[in-house]
């Protein structure tokens, strides 16, 4: 039996995310913000991206040195392999790809039109698997790298109004799995992130300002309270460390307990 290490530094190492690299999208607002800064704290070097340049650049200067941003939209799939060499270029091998760019639409199913529907899986679905393909690729070459896709609790169980949000990051769910088992041979992980009710301005824009749309959120959370973003900062922290090193093709529940069935 070895002698049990109660060297508390040792222990903090294998959360530590010093040297690496890691690519955000969406990371210049809501939880994406709170995934960038909780790896530079754990001490990588993070690129955020998004669509929009200003959110970008208040994001970076609020991040610190160990950040910088690339302006891309994602659902312009054919730009996607330029911007990851772009990022390679400027900052050397992505350790890390966190999926966290998405968008939600809140409509009754037989409102929902083709370009609703479209719109939310090529953002949600189809440009992640675009990115994904383009640094696993590259992660597969060097036989190292961590994946993780945030989905949502809408891909654990069925909830109104949202039927084009809840296919897409349910089929993310599905592809994680695919992914992990043709990935891990190569030391490539992959993992997920379902977050439940977090404050964000995504969440809260969701629930239309109505207070009783969120007392019912609370009633179906064991823990009675809103997620923070850096609930999910911190456990994709964990699932791209060396702590993690023996996880892949699951899904995290970040959710006060929501997914239980309350
Ligand atoms: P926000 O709307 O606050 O942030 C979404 C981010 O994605 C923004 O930074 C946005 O940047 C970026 N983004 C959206 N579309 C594109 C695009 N086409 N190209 C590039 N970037 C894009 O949402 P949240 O922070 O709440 O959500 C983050 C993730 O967490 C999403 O995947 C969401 O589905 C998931 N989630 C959130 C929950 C919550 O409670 N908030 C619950 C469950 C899951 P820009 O607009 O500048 O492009």
């Known amino acids: 039996m070895p002698e049990i290490d109660n060297n508390n530094a040792a222990a903090m190492n294998v959360f530590s995310l010093h040297g690496k690299l890691a690519l955000v999208t969406g990371g210049g607002s809501g ?78 199913a037989i409102e929902v039109t083709d370009e609703d529907f479209d719109r939310v899986i090529q953002t949600n679905l189809h440009a992640v698997f675009a990115v994904t393909r383009e640094c696993g690729k590259r992660m597969i070459a060097r036989e190292k790298g961590s994946i993780i896709m945030i989905t949502s609790m809408a891909a654990l169980y069925g909830i109104d109004r949202v039927v084009a949000y809840t296919a897409s990051k349910s089929a993310v769910g599905g592809m994680v799995k695919a992914l992990a088992t043709e990935f891990s041979p190569y030391n490539v992980r992959i993992n997920a992130v379902a977050p439940g009710f977090i404050e964000t301005p995504m969440m809260l824009t969701a629930m239309n300002g109505d207070p009783s749309r969120r007392d019912k959120a609370m009633d179906r959370t064991p823990m009675g309270t809103w997620g923070k973003p850096d609930d999910i900062g911190w456990a994709t922290v964990f699932l791209a460390s060396p702590a993690a090193k023996f996880i892949t093709g699951v899904t995290l529940p970040v959710d006060g307990g929501n997914s239980i069935g309350f």
């Not at 994001?59 to 950040?67: C, D, E, F, Q, R």
């Open 31 to 108: 939880i994406g913000f709170y995934i960038a800064q909780a790896m530079i704290q754990s001490g990588a070097k993070v690129v955020v991206t998004g669509r929009r340049e200003a959110v970008l650049q208040e994001a970076v200067g609020l991040l610190g040195t160990n950040a910088s941003y690339f302006v891309n939209d994602i659902t312009q799939l054919s730009t996607i392999p330029d911007l990851i060499a772009a990022i390679e270029e400027a900052h050397g091998p992505i350790d890390i790809l966190v999926n966290n760019a998405g968008i939600n639409m809140k409509k009754h």
